[in-house]
């Protein structure tokens, strides 16, 4: 695996499980009709971008209900294809076991709000599984969706009898088409802290008390340690030790708004930078591209057809008259 899943998978195995707090797997489907595999009269070939924006609006419809419901929560959201492109999601939760008939049922509500009496909407739209603990822990429940969506390691074959290495390159290229955003832990402390605090390492700042800490558990991969130093789950962001430092960029954009940019990390436990340097995209002199040339042993040429990179021309070639 690649560093950036690795930390995937860590985070996910670090979890923290309170033990008065159970887990399930939340399944949530669409219609029927914005699948693309129906026929023409009942599909409305909506794009797999529309209907993943259409999801995060439902998905913030529900965190917002359960909240009002009073129902803190933490987990971790997988997305994935079926095999006709469309998205669903896969929700890791743990909560109160108290609470979980009520999240249900809002759940459900949300799922079924559009075409929710079509055939089968009861039964597939929204799917629940609780974790047995004889079966295995929480953990490796969505270890197993997110190395379908990575690279199949030791998955073997996928839902539809498939290699699962080979479907696993496939639906990160499909999440790389659509723009799909495949993993995202919610209810945690800040995943742009815990990787801020890493570059730390590469500065002379005076690190001491809680931030040292912190930055120690975020740069041994400690993601459990983290959590725990950052206050547990399900805190508010305002009440966090550390939070994003932000600060605004030099010039406006092109709508003429003034926008902001990661500088650091700010909050009780101390106030820190990152991000020491600027870096600027610039076009090269012609100076620069006369001695770049000559290190290369060709001639640089601007504002006319400059020579091919490699040493095969594969335009077409004019006959000479005889």
Not at 130 to 148: F, H, L, N
Not at 301 to 321: D, E, Y
Request: net charge negative; proline share 4%.
């Amino acid at each position: 695996m690649e560093h950036a899943d690795d930390e995937v998978v860590e985070k996910a195995r670090q979890a923290v499980d309170k033990s008065d707090w159970a887990g399930f797997i939340e399944a949530m489907n669409d219609p029927c009709a914005k699948r693309a595999d129906q026929p023409i009269k009942t599909a409305n070939w909506t794009t797999g971008l529309k209907i993943a924006a259409t999801r995060l609006t439902e998905g913030a419809r529900v965190r917002a209900a359960l909240q009002r419901k009073g129902i803190d929560w933490y987990g971790i959201r997988t997305v994935e294809p079926h095999h006709d492109g469309t998205p669903h999601w896969h929700l890791l939760m743990f909560m109160d076991k108290e609470a979980i008939p009520v999240a249900n049922q809002v759940f459900r509500e949300h799922a079924l709000q559009e075409d929710g009496e079509e055939h089968g909407a009861a039964e597939n739209r929204f799917v629940i599984e609780e974790i047995d603990p004889e079966k295995g822990r929480a953990t490796g429940y969505v270890t197993k969706y997110i190395s379908k969506s990575i690279d199949g390691y030791e998955v073997g074959e996928d839902s539809y009898g498939n290699d699962a290495v080979e479907s696993a390159a496939r639906i990160r290229a499909w999440a790389s088409i659509w723009g799909i955003r495949q993993f995202q832990f919610m209810g945690a402390p800040s995943v742009t802290v815990y990787r801020e605090l890493r570059r730390l390492r590469n500065t002379e700042q005076l690190k001491e008390g809680l931030l040292a800490d912190l930055e120690q558990a975020a740069d041994n991969g400690e993601w459990k340690r983290y959590v725990e130093l950052m206050g547990g789950v399900c805190l508010p962001q305002k009440d966090m030790p550390l939070r994003a430092l932000m600060i605004p960029r030099p010039s406006e954009t092109k709508y003429y708004e003034v926008a902001q940019k990661l500088h650091g990390l700010i909050g009780s436990a101390g106030r820190v930078v990152t991000r020491i340097y600027e870096w600027t995209i610039s076009r090269n002199t012609q100076s620069e591209d006369r001695d770049q040339a000559i290190e290369l042993g060709g001639v640089a040429v601007r504002g006319a057809n400059a020579p091919p990179w490699s040493s095969v021309n594969n335009c077409t070639l004019h006959k000479q008259p005889a």
